[in-house]
């Protein structure tokens, strides 16, 4: 696949006058529904680890690892208000909105990330810290400074950022990486590509109109439906092996298996439809199936907590070992 | 000196300002959660006031340390 780079000037537009920002400006800025996913996962990954955190360290590697996460949206807004001017749905952002200027966005973004990744390391240890540092890096720097402007792959290799919090989660407890946490992040890794594809099948015009190299506009929509339905079926095996380790067992397993068959199905669909009958349903079936991965990634999550609690229980644990035949490697 | 007269800045600011004292008073007060847990470890803390405790003696025979 050729890579294809799309040079979008900064300064394409005078920055609409900065007013008077209120509170909830500053915590948009921080994106806080990207927050709420991380910390999500964050907490799965701390509560399922092997070993205990102090409720306090737990809270506090909780959240300053949501804020290590808003820190990287506000540098990435910072950065892309240029194109999120373009962009309907990002036009309202703060900076585009006019409400912050893009320096103090910088600056709190900086500030933010500092202050987050330092208090992480107090809080449990340092490899934690040091991954919520790569984390910031990776979205702030190769994801929105360099892949998403220059790279169709850029929602592939850009969607580790989004994978690393429950990985951090299981560090913060652990103090290292495992097979465990592995899957995790693959398991975001690999949804990320198809959920974010599903999205831009059907915001096609908002791509497109920023040049932002989305593969819709780069490679064509049949060749981003070829993919989603690529991605998927590669994020089932990820998805079923987690299944077979220390955080997985039968409840995982059996909605894992369905929740995957679904997710496939829908690819499928996806991948069969052409672009009329997509235009003539208002791209129900994308819109469909972009729904539906957000509740597969939160169930397959809640499914992971969900063995922990049962394994609560002595002869649910002894049944659950069973299922656990990859924790020999 | 007090400010005595209101102006219309202090008004659109009152909410940001209410928010940045509600966040920095709950980092302080995490901050001192998490002081409190790491130096406790999950035991109880015994403050030391300057005369000799045996019970908080490790080299004490008669009080043994956990």
């Not at chain 1, 910390?39 to 955190?53: D, E, K, Q, S």
């Not at chain 1, 991954?131 to 400074?145: D, E, G, R, W």
């Not at chain 1, 397993?253 to 052409?274: E, K």
């Not at chain 2, 920095?24 to 998490?34: C, P, R």
């Amino acid at each position: 696949m050729t890579d294809v780079r799309v040079d979008v000037p900064k300064a394409a537009a005078p920055l609409a006058e900065t007013g008077e920002a209120q509170f909830g400006d500053y915590v948009a800025l921080l994106k806080p529904r990207v927050m709420s996913l991380v910390v999500f996962t964050a907490l799965v990954g701390l509560l399922v680890a092997p070993g205990a955190l102090h409720p306090i360290e737990a809270l506090a590697a909780i959240i300053f690892i949501a804020l290590g996460a808003g820190a990287s949206g506000a540098l990435n807004m910072w950065w892309d208000a240029d194109i999120d001017r373009i962009m309907k749905r990002t036009s309202r952002r703060p900076i585009p909105a006019g409400k912050i200027a893009p320096s103090e966005a910088m600056a709190l973004g900086f500030a933010l990330s500092g202050i987050s990744v330092i208090m992480l390391w107090l809080a449990t240890n340092a490899l934690a810290a040091a991954l919520l540092a790569f984390t910031i890096f990776f979205y702030a720097v190769i994801y929105s400074m360099w892949l998403k402007r220059a790279t169709p792959q850029n929602i592939v290799i850009g969607g580790a950022a989004g994978a690393f919090p429950p990985m951090i989660g299981w560090v913060a407890v652990t103090g290292h990486v495992s097979l465990e946490a592995c899957l995790m992040f693959m398991l975001i890794f690999m949804w990320t590509p198809p959920h974010f594809w599903a999205l831009a099948l059907f915001m096609k015009s908002d791509y497109h109109k920023a040049n932002v190299p989305m593969l819709t506009v780069t490679h064509g929509r049949k060749a981003t439906r070829a993919h989603i339905l690529v991605y998927t079926i590669a994020l089932v095996p990820f998805a079923l092996a987690a299944g077979f380790t220390s955080i997985g067992g039968p409840v995982y397993l059996t909605l894992a298996l369905g929740l995957n068959l679904m997710f496939v199905q829908g690819a499928v669909a996806i991948w069969r439809r052409d672009e009329a009958r997509a235009e003539a349903d208002s791209y129900a079936t994308e819109k469909r199936v972009f729904r539906f991965s957000l509740a597969y990634l939160f169930v397959l999550f809640g499914a992971i907590l969900a063995e922990r609690v049962l394994a609560l229980i002595p002869a649910y644990a002894q049944f659950a070992a069973q299922f656990h035949i990859l924790e020999v490697f | 000196m007090a400010i005595t007269r209101e102006h219309d800045l202090h008004r659109r600011r009152a909410g940001r300002n209410i928010g940045l004292a509600v966040v920095l008073v709950a980092f302080i007060a995490l901050v001192f959660g998490l002081t409190i847990a790491k130096v406790s470890g999950g035991g109880a803390l015994q403050a030391y006031d300057h005369s000799y405790r045996p019970a908080m003696d490790p080299d004490n025979v008669r009080f043994p340390q956990r």
